[in-house]
Nanobody
Framework: QVQLVESGGGLVQAGGSLRLSCAASGRTFSTYAMGWFRQAPGKEREFVARITWNGARTYYADSVKGRFTISRDNAKNTVYLQMNSLKSQDTAVYYC??????????????????WGQGTQVTVSS
């Protein structure tokens, strides 16, 4: 079992940056691949980024590629999402999630067993 708590959301102007954190409880954090998703009002939850258990591979949605960076620190049981050059279209609730397949590279929401409660990111234009 893994509990996930996101933090770092807030209000930022377009072009600005934010760094989201997701702290995980449990001693098995390093055996999970981790992902970030987001959900804007009236829209379905969508994949943003993903990282394998050791950080060796990362994957991004086309909409954030080159602007967002996912990373993790297994010693701190934490995964991060650095968001630069933010746009109004990035406004959403951001969720982190854990996939028990440490090596999988998928954006499929159903692959993730554990979810955080979400953190709001609002980008003003």
């Amino acid at each position: 079992q893994v509990q996930l708590v996101e933090s770092g959301g807030g209000l930022v102007q377009a072009g600005g940056s934010l760094r989201l954190s997701c702290a995980a409880s449990g001693r098995t954090f390093s055996t999970y691949a981790m992902g970030w998703f987001r959900q804007a009002p009236g829209k379905e939850r969508e994949f943003v980024a993903r990282i394998t258990w050791n950080g060796a591979r990362t994957y991004y949605a086309d909409s954030v590629k080159g602007r967002f960076t996912i990373s993790r620190d297994n010693a701190k049981n934490t995964v991060y999402l650095q968001m630069n050059s933010l746009k109004s279209q990035d406004t959403a609730v951001y969720y982190c999630a854990a996939d028990p397949d440490a090596y999988r590279g998928t954006s499929y929401i159903g692959a993730y067993d554990y979810w955080g409660q979400g953190t709001q990111v609002t980008v003003s234009s």
